[in-house]
C-alpha cells in the first residue's frame, strides 16, 4: 500500500510514538520494578541545604575577564532593602 507524499510524515510520527510506548510498556516498566525491588527507595526525603554566603566574598559578575580586575568591598555591595509594611 502506498501512502500518498503528505500523509508519510504524520503516520511515521505517530507510529514511532506507539511503538515508543508499546515497548516502554514492554520492557521499560517491569525493568523499573526489578530496580524498586532489589534497591527500593529512601524512607525519608535527605534534608534540604542551605549555603550561607558571606557577603564580604561577593565579586561582580565581570571579574576575572580582560580589564576587569575590580572587586567589590563592603561599601559597594547594593544593601538589602527594608520590607515596605
Do not use: H, N
Not at 45 to 55: F, K, T
Not at 56 to 85: D, F, I
Request: hydrophobic letters at 45%.
Amino acid at each position: 500500500m502506498k501512502l500518498p507524499e503528505l500523509a508519510r510524515g504524520p503516520v511515521y510520527f505517530v507510529g514511532c510514538c506507539a511503538l515508543g510506548i508499546v515497548f516502554a510498556r514492554l520492557v521499560e516498566f517491569p525493568v523499573l520494578e526489578l530496580r524498586d525491588r532489589f534497591f527500593p527507595g529512601q524512607k525519608a526525603p535527605l534534608p534540604a541545604v542551605s549555603v550561607l554566603v558571606e557577603e564580604s566574598s561577593l565579586v561582580p559578575a565581570t571579574a576575572g575577564l580582560v580589564g576587569q580586575s575590580e572587586v567589590w568591598t563592603e561599601e559597594s555591595v547594593p544593601k538589602k532593602r527594608a520590607a515596605s509594611a
